[in-house]
């Protein structure tokens, strides 16, 4: 699977491509820009998580008070969704998991000059780093991630034959098709959840790629302040579709 790639040249002008930025290969394993960047935020949230919760006090200081009172919020809106304090216990790690990965991928492919160092090849810039969001396998796996943690929590909560009666009914023709409907759209939400978020960050890496190219000084200020806020928010919106489509897995089948 190819990640889209958008770029912008002064002779040739912008060109949008199929095919990824391969920076070298491991034992003939390609590996890409978007790869690089993806394992770089990794290693510098875990450098930031374990910075901060190192020195952590009995009666907490400013930034751990903020912190707190965050986190705190987050765990007690997932209780109240979930009507389970069991339940938010036991995804909130998970949920915020992606919140976070999925935020700080989004945020440093804005950075400036992530995409300006690199190597030349053929007369072309192959960049190091690369906005992770932009690649359809980097989405595809946190829609994985998800999929696979929703359907646990269904097995785990309701267990095996009862949630897979949610898809399975053969107490009527009716059952029976309703049933097949939400496996079907069961299984959709691997694209949905893959497709939005690689849509809306490789759409604004585009937009800023040609504004950038025709206005370069002043446009892509605003576009770019916009863009991080658009991060947040598919970030927002990527936990927040987890969550709800955990509460409907373990819902009781009507």
């Given amino acids: 699977m190819s990640s889209f790639v958008a770029t912008a040249h002064a002779a040739?002008?912008?060109?949008?491509?199929?095919?990824?930025?391969?920076?070298?290969?491991?034992?003939?394993?390609p590996i890409t820009a978007t790869l690089i960047t993806t394992?770089?935020?990794?290693?510098?949230?875990?450098?930031?998580?374990?910075?901060?919760?190192?020195?952590?006090?009995?009666?907490?200081?400013?930034?751990?008070?903020?912190?707190e009172l965050m986190v705190g919020g987050v765990y007690d809106y997932m209780t109240e969704v979930l009507e389970s304090k069991n339940?938010?216990?036991?995804?909130?790690?998970?949920?915020?998991?992606?919140?976070?990965?999925?935020?700080?991928?989004?945020?440093?492919?804005?950075?400036?000059?992530?995409?300006?160092?690199?190597?030349?090849?053929?007369?072309?810039?192959?960049?190091?780093?690369?906005?992770?969001?932009t690649d359809l396998n980097i989405t595809l796996a946190f829609a994985i991630v998800a999929f696979l943690t929703i359907e646990i929590a269904g097995v785990v909560t309701l267990g095996l034959l009862k949630y897979g009666g949610k898809f399975f009914n053969f107490h009527s023709p009716l059952g029976f098709v309703i049933g097949l409907i939400e496996l079907i759209s069961e299984i959709a939400r691997l694209i949905s959840f893959s497709f939005r978020l690689f849509g809306n960050i490789f759409a604004g890496k585009t937009l800023l790629v040609v504004v950038m190219f025709f206005v370069p000084y002043v446009l892509p200020v605003p576009l770019l302040a916009f863009e991080v806020f658009v991060g947040f928010i598919q970030a927002f919106i990527f936990s927040v579709l987890t969550l709800f489509f955990i509460k409907l897995a373990a819902a009781e089948p009507h």
Avoid: C
């Fill in 12 to 29: 040739e002008g912008i060109s949008v491509k199929l095919s990824p930025y391969i920076v070298g290969d491991f034992f003939g394993i």
């Fill in 39 to 67: 394992w770089l935020t990794m290693a510098v949230v875990i450098a930031l998580v374990f910075v901060a919760t190192r020195r952590l006090a009995l009666i907490p200081g400013k930034s751990q008070s903020v912190a």
């Fill in 87 to 133: 339940l938010a216990r036991k995804y909130f790690p998970v949920i915020m998991t992606l919140f976070i990965f999925i935020l700080a991928l989004n945020w440093v492919g804005l950075l400036p000059g992530v995409t300006a160092f690199g190597t030349y090849h053929d007369g072309h810039l192959i960049p190091w780093l690369y906005p992770a969001g």
